[in-house]
């Protein structure tokens, strides 16, 4: 069953505090994505990643860090969460990332909200 | 501003009627995508379209790249449809999209 899964679904942090918000795939997609969605402003790409140790900054990178050892597992940490960083996180994965079509696949979302 | 603009930004339809959601944008383009976000979250695909009218099901999807717009045609709405379409632009072949923000559609019974 081809799949995306984050965890936790829901997170309420306190300013200052550190977040990890962790996502996994069954695909063996090598190239995997973080987004964050805010109010009429669709998705925006946070970081990319081609695949183990080959993350690449997206659009709005500022305030975040990710981690990649696993060709399955993505991870997106926020060190001293800041009360913008408000959203809704979504991670997908993809099985190409070159020349060809590669249709993104999206996991449930996380919703943080920070205080 | 933004290079992806989608209109309207929220739609009612009665159960049985047409929707046409569009969007423009102001960049080159490699490809457009379509996604339908779940109310409560989750994307799903509907179309990769680069150039011209692709159909799947009730839903038809028509890119033209030199008037810088695609659009998506929803025939015989039904309530399950109901949730928010999102484009895409794919600006280069390197897979990172840039989205726009979403049409909400509301089909009512």
């Known amino acids: 069953d081809m799949k995306v899964t984050q965890m936790p679904r829901y997170l309420i942090k306190r300013m200052g505090e550190n977040v990890l918000l962790e996502c996994g795939q069954d695909?063996?997609?090598?190239?995997m994505y973080w987004y964050r969605q805010d109010p009429g402003l669709g998705l925006q790409l946070i970081y990319i990643?081609?695949?183990?140790?080959?993350?690449s900054e997206g659009d709005i990178p500022k305030g975040y860090r990710v981690s990649r050892k696993k060709r399955e597992h993505f991870s997106l940490i926020l060190d001293s969460a800041k009360t913008n960083q408000t959203s809704v996180y979504f991670c997908?994965?993809?099985?190409?990332?070159?020349?060809?079509?590669?249709?993104?696949?999206f996991g449930p979302g996380t919703r943080l909200t920070v205080l | 501003g933004q290079q992806v603009q989608q209109s309207p930004a929220s739609l009612v339809l009665q159960e049985g009627e047409n929707a046409e959601l569009q969007c423009n944008f102001s960049?080159?383009?490699?490809?457009m995508q379509w996604f339908y976000q779940r109310p409560g979250g989750s994307l799903v695909s509907l179309f990769y379209n680069p150039s011209g009218t692709k159909h799947s099901g009730r839903l038809t999807s028509t890119t033209v790249i030199k008037e810088r717009r695609s659009s998506l045609h929803i025939s015989s709405s039904q309530t399950t449809d109901s949730g928010t379409y999102l484009c895409?632009?794919?600006?280069?072949?390197?897979?990172?999209?840039?989205f726009g923000g979403g049409t909400r559609l509301t089909v009512r019974p």
């Open positions: 997908a994965s993809s099985s190409d990332w070159g020349f060809n079509y590669a249709e993104q696949f």
């Open positions: 895409a632009l794919e600006r280069n072949a390197g897979a990172k999209l840039t």
């Open positions: 695909m063996s997609h090598e190239t």
């Open positions: 990643s081609y695949d183990v140790d080959s993350n």
């Open positions: 960049t080159s383009l490699n490809s």
